[in-house]
């Protein structure tokens, strides 16, 4: 499988829902539909929040890593405006 390379990454390490999932919406909602994010989180709730809502507005989750004891990374591409 090719790996998927992200146009935009952001580090919201540190932040809390509701605010993992705004900086995250604001940030897709400059991309271009078929551009890539990339989210590095350490908020255990926002790592399920975050692909629901995504999937809830119409977006793709391309996949959810946890990739050590306290932070994941989740992929998205933009599906539409």
């Known amino acids: ?3 998927i390379i992200p146009d935009k990454r952001i580090d919201i390490r540190g ?3 509701p605010y993992t999932f705004v900086r995250s919406k604001l940030t897709l909602e400059s991309m ?3 551009e890539v994010l990339e989210i590095l989180l350490n908020y ?3 790592a399920v ?4 809502s995504m999937q809830d507005h ?4 391309l996949s ?3 990739i050590n004891d306290t ?3 989740i992929v998205i591409r933009k599906e539409r405006d």
């Open 1 to 3: 499988m090719d790996e």
């Open 15 to 17: 932040l809390k829902c």
């Open 44 to 46: 255990p709730d926002a």
């Open 58 to 61: 119409g977006q793709r989750v």
């Open 71 to 73: 932070e994941w990374v």
């Open 49 to 52: 929040s975050i692909p629901k």
């Open 64 to 66: 959810v890593d946890k």
């Open 32 to 34: 271009n539909v078929g």
